[in-house]
Every structure is written in structure tokens, then in C-alpha cells.
């Protein structure tokens, strides 16, 4: 397993994340010994989701948006469900947290709903992405070429559709973690 205990990454997300998305992806980053910070809206628990419709667990952020320095992280995950980002893409921060990354060319891991944090600040445009379908459409109005496959690495971004493709989606999220702690 990779040891990546130099690695930190943050995740953003609030009431309304699936489940799977932000769960199994922190615990694979864990497991090979990343860093990990939750930021959201307030410190208040979290609710996820199953299916955007079933209450699962609840996890407590460790701190709010507004307390993010994006110099202290080396990668960005993006959990989905319908909820979590559409409530975070009405967030000034959250959108300016994404564009920080894009713009320092720091990972970028998205999944599911999650790419319309991308939309929303305006880093699609020319590169190769996925999303759940009904978000599709959206990435392609933003300049986004639209493919559908289970993860999609285009440089420093790496986008998958759902959760059948955590595995491959936390594959290539170490995968890169591992390159950027090599370089």
C-alpha cells in the first residue's frame, strides 16, 4: 500500500453527500496515511445520504470554509450526492476553494454531482471530464468534453460517475497523490 503520510488532503462537503462518496474515499486516504481535513459551511455534523433520499451517517467537520488556506493542502475531494454540491456551489468560498486548486494545479478528485463545484468555477472548459448523467450536460455548457467511463484523469483533475466507481476513483486519486509526493 502506498504510504502517503506527507500527503493532505481536504474534502468539502455538507448535509447531503452520499454516503459512499466521502466515506470510502477518506478511508482509502487514510489507510495509506494521508492527512485528512474536512472543511463544510459550520462545524455542525454533516448528514450523508444513500440514494439522496436515505439518511446514513453523520461525520463532524473539522472546520468551515472560511478557515481554508488551500497552501495547506496538496489535493481536493470532491464527494457527490445531489444535495452536498449544489448547496456548496451557492457557497463564495467553496467555489473560490476550487478554483485555488485548479488555478495551483493541485489534485482535483470529483465524482457523481460533485463536478458542478466545477461548473461553477469555471475550470471545465477544454478539459476531459465525467459526472453522474444528469450533470453531464452542464460540463459540456461549460466546455467540457463529456465522456462516459469511471474515472477520467485530465492533468491535475480526475472526475468518476458514481458510486460503482469509488475503486477506480480512489485508485487514481492515491495514484496521483503518489506522483505529486514524487515529483
Not at 455542525?44 to 439518511?55: A, F
Not at 467537520?61 to 457527490?80: I, K, M, N
Not at 466546455?143 to 467511463?149: C, I, M
Request: hydrophobic content about 40%; glycine content about 6%; proline content about 5%.
Amino acid at each position: 500500500m502506498a504510504d502517503l503520510s506527507q500527503a493532505r488532503v481536504l474534502i468539502l462537503a455538507t448535509d447531503g453527500f452520499e454516503d459512499a462518496e466521502l466515506f470510502e474515499p477518506r478511508q482509502a486516504l487514510l489507510d495509506a496515511g494521508a492527512q485528512v481535513t474536512l472543511a463544510s459551511i459550520k462545524t455542525d455534523p454533516i448528514q450523508g445520504v444513500k440514494g439522496d433520499t436515505d439518511p446514513t451517517r453523520t461525520i463532524t467537520p473539522d472546520l468551515t470554509l472560511d478557515q481554508v488556506d488551500t497552501e495547506d493542502y496538496d489535493a481536493l475531494l470532491l464527494p457527490g450526492g445531489v444535495g452536498n454540491p449544489d448547496k456548496m456551489r451557492m457557497e463564495d468560498r467553496a467555489v473560490a476553494i476550487v478554483g485555488e486548486f485548479m488555478d495551483d494545479d493541485k489534485i482535483v478528485a470529483a465524482i457523481c454531482h460533485a463536478p458542478w463545484l466545477l461548473v461553477e468555477a469555471d475550470v471545465v472548459d477544454g478539459r476531459r471530464v465525467t459526472s453522474w448523467p444528469s450533470v453531464r450536460t452542464d460540463l459540456e455548457n461549460a466546455g467540457g468534453y463529456v465522456v462516459d467511463e469511471e474515472v477520467v484523469i485530465d492533468e491535475n483533475l480526475i472526475t468518476s460517475r458514481k458510486p460503482d466507481d469509488i475503486p477506480a476513483f480512489n485508485r487514481a486519486l492515491i495514484a496521483a497523490l503518489e506522483d505529486e509526493l514524487t515529483e
